[in-house]
């Protein structure tokens, strides 16, 4: 059992409860592709708290005029947001990563330096 279907607990007539939706608002909204619930063995249906939370976004973008084809691009665009952000941040520690190699290879270098470069006195030098 994943973490997601541990915390997975209500049933639709509770969720439906704690959203205020109708349960058969709620099975439009699975029908739809925007809210997709736990599935037991059985089949049965179980919703998570941050599903309720979901459902209650879903409700209130519909009351603002939204119909639920454009809420479903609302939250493809949200989900391909935030899986942009983590690639962007996932770069950010790349590139962070890279700079401080690049430090610690040129100071090696450095370093290196004084090992080989040999100083000649100027009484060395004859013209």
Avoid: C, W
């Avoid at 439906?16 to 058969?24: E, R």
């Avoid at 459902?55 to 609302?74: A, E, V």
């Amino acid at each position: 059992m994943s973490s997601y279907d541990s915390r997975a607990i209500y049933f639709i007539s509770v969720a439906s409860t704690l959203s205020g939706i109708h349960q058969q608002t709620i099975r439009t909204y699975e029908q739809k592709g925007l809210i997709k619930p736990f599935r037991t063995g059985g089949g049965t249906r179980r919703y998570s708290q941050e599903d309720i939370d979901k459902l209650i976004q879903i409700q209130n973008l519909s009351q603002r005029g939204i119909n639920l084809d454009g809420i479903k691009i609302i939250y493809e665009m949200k989900d391909k947001m935030d899986e942009l952000q983590n690639k962007i941040l996932m770069l950010e520690n790349e590139i962070s990563n890279h700079k401080i190699d690049s430090k610690n290879k040129e100071k090696e270098i450095h370093q290196s330096y004084k090992n080989e470069i040999v100083k000649k006195s100027d009484k060395s030098i004859r013209r």
